[in-house]
């Protein structure tokens, strides 16, 4: 099984930082990597997918990136409706998920 | 409206079975890959099963042989039958769609979840 280790659990920022999140795969998936922003009592919601396409009606201050099997999901400029927790899944074999990063006010 | 509406879930004992209902409105279940995604309280997501256009299904290991993934194309409705249920199966279950229509899935539609409780 691919493993996806996501890295930090929790962070702290303020509104206008820069933040970077990042999922590391066990082995090789090339760019088969998504993002999603969760919220307390709501589904996931798509950002990100294929490591760096921009899922429509997202705001472009998400971006992702990829770098052999370290994936980053940066949020240019936190804005208050950003406070969530946020999961990269794998798709290059099955689906499985790292363990999510809780992004908090500083 | 595109959407996804769970149901279905509920309390039950150690070894009993549940079935999990997931309607879809504004698209065709039929006609798209369909999944089940569960989230136990305070967990990560952990991928379930899913079910291909063509009717193919496949299962993580911790539930092959236990659940089983259907669909009705006339009620454009996707099931989720769970038997020997375990305390380790409690979780909110979410169904997703991925448009994809490839080995490589993505989910870019979620329902709102139904919360399934394994205890005696």
């Known amino acids: 099984d691919i493993q996806m280790t996501q890295s930090p659990s929790t962070l702290s920022a303020s509104v206008g930082d820069r933040v970077t999140i990042t999922c590391r795969a066990s082995q090789t998936i090339s760019t088969w990597v998504a993002w999603y922003q969760q919220k307390p009592g709501k589904a996931p919601k798509l950002l990100i997918y294929d490591a760096s396409s921009l899922e429509s009606g997202v705001p472009s201050r998400f971006s992702g990136s990829r770098f052999g099997t370290e994936f980053t999901l940066t949020i240019s400029s936190l804005q208050p409706d950003d406070f969530a927790t946020y999961y990269c899944q794998q798709y290059s074999s099955y689906s499985t998920f790292g363990q999510g990063t809780k992004v908090e006010i500083k | 409206e595109v959407q996804l509406v769970e149901s279905g879930g509920g309390w039950i004992q150690p070894g009993g079975s549940l079935r999990l209902s997931c309607a879809a409105s504004?698209?065709?279940?039929?006609?798209?890959?369909m999944s089940w995604v569960r989230q136990a309280p305070g967990n990560g997501l952990e991928w379930v099963s899913v079910i291909y256009s063509s009717g193919r299904t496949y299962y993580a290991d911790s539930v092959k042989g236990r659940f089983t993934l259907s669909r009705d194309t006339s009620k454009n409705t996707l099931y989720l039958q769970m038997n020997s249920l375990r305390a380790e199966d409690t979780a909110v279950y979410y169904c997703?769609?991925?448009?994809?229509?490839?080995?490589?899935?993505?989910?870019?539609?979620w329902g709102l979840g139904t919360l399934v409780t394994v205890s005696s």
């Open positions: 997703a769609r991925d448009q994809t229509l490839t080995d490589y899935w993505y989910f870019d539609l």
């Open positions: 504004g698209f065709t279940v039929s006609s798209n890959y």
